[in-house]
């Protein structure tokens, strides 16, 4: 049974950081795509990053610069470092992994993604 348990959610001041991790149980890394979604309030679901080993690492266009994604095969866990965090990035951070490489055109389409985690909340305030 796969398992996705995301952690290091919180409250910020705007321009601050933090990372996210999302800790893997019952779930194989390897060149699967991994990926974090974000939802806030009143809007969809989207996705901010994405990675797939020996594929690529993917940001949306709203965080690029700001935040990276990674992942540790070796301890199992996907990370995203979010830095200089504005107000727009306030909602639930999601950890989702697929079963499949993904690459430029899939990697933020959900149905690239087979496991979902529960989600960590990310406050940014002024």
């Known amino acids: 049974q796969v398992q996705l348990v995301e952690s290091g959610g919180g409250s910020v001041q705007a321009g601050g950081s933090l990372r996210l991790a999302c800790a893997a149980s019952?779930?194989?890394?390897?060149?699967?795509?991994m990926g974090w979604f974000r939802q806030a309030p009143g809007k969809e679901r989207e996705g901010v990053a994405g990675?797939?080993?020996?594929?690529?690492?993917y940001t949306a266009d709203s965080v690029k610069g700001r935040f990276a994604i990674s992942r540790d095969n070796t301890k199992n866990t996907l990370y995203l470092q979010m830095n200089n965090l504005k107000l727009e990035d306030t909602g639930v951070y999601y950890c989702?992994?697929?079963?499949?490489?993904?690459?430029?055109?899939?990697?933020?389409?959900?149905?690239?993604?087979?496991?979902w985690g529960q989600g960590t909340q990310v406050t940014v305030s002024s």
């Open positions: 990675i797939a080993f020996g594929f690529g690492a």
């Open positions: 989702a992994a697929g079963v499949v490489p993904c690459g430029v055109g899939s990697w933020y389409r959900e149905y690239a993604y087979a496991y």
């Open positions: 019952g779930y194989r890394f390897s060149s699967s795509c």
